[in-house]
């Protein structure tokens, strides 16, 4: 089964600063797909950015942006210019390609935005 | 719905009582997830439904734990003779394709 680990449980930002969240995972396909989800108090976890394995290019949305490097296995996430909503857990996630597949999820990072 | 929507919100129950926990789906979602995420834990897969297929059951824990999707839309996750250890947030997700996953806001089960 694939794993998924993130090394940092907690993590902390000022406001308008940039943050990386760091994560690896263990496979031995060739074809997947990462994520990165939120989950703020509110507990609906919430999609913010995903990448496809086959692509090289790495996915950015808006502030978000990831750094993936599939030799590594590594897939980190990048915040840029820190918000106050920003504060939550943040999880990243693998799922096989094909269909059937859950995802799996890390353990999570605690991300703390202060003023 | 626009969502996925969860019932109860919270849920406290006697240790050896049965629950169900209910998920409705978006509509149209032809894939439905369970997971369980325990205090302080990432999530853990339980059950998937896909259609008509015979659900991937490998995620439950024991044979407390069963679910069943009626009409290939709404899904029941019902937990036999409670125990403590299952106190957790209880998460349901929905998809159409294989990335379109939307999660309701869960139900946390208390055990006491």
């Known amino acids: 089964a694939q794993t998924v680990t993130q090394s940092q449980p907690e993590m902390s930002v000022q406001e308008a600063e940039t943050v990386t969240l760091s994560c690896t995972y263990d496979t031995s396909e060739s074809d997947y797909y990462l994520f990165w989800y939120k989950q703020p108090p509110s507990r609906q976890m919430i999609l913010v950015i995903r990448?496809?394995?086959?692509?090289?290019q790495n996915a950015t949305e808006n502030r978000f942006s990831v750094n993936f490097q599939k030799a590594a296995k590594s897939f980190s996430l990048k915040i840029s210019d820190s918000q106050l909503g920003d504060a939550a857990m943040y999880f990243c996630a693998y799922r096989s390609a094909g269909s059937g597949y859950a995802l799996n999820f890390g353990k999570g990072t605690s991300l703390l935005v202060t003023p | 719905g626009a969502g996925v929507s969860q019932s109860p919100s919270n849920k406290v129950t006697e240790k050896g009582k049965d629950v169900e926990l209910r998920c409705d789906p978006i509509?149209?979602?032809?894939?439905l997830y369970w997971y369980r995420q325990s205090l302080g834990q990432g999530l853990e897969f339980l059950i998937y439904?896909?259609?008509?297929?015979?659900?991937?059951k490998s995620g439950l824990p024991s044979d407390r734990f069963s679910a069943e999707r009626t009409g290939g839309s709404v899904s029941t996750l019902t937990i036999q003779r409670t125990q403590q250890e299952d106190s957790a947030v209880y998460l349901c997700a929905s998809s159409l394709g294989r990335l379109g996953y939307t999660f309701g806001s869960g139900t946390r089960l208390t055990v006491v």
């Open positions: 439904f896909q259609g008509n297929s015979a659900p991937d």
């Open positions: 990448q496809e394995a086959y692509k090289q």
């Open positions: 509509s149209g979602h032809t894939a």
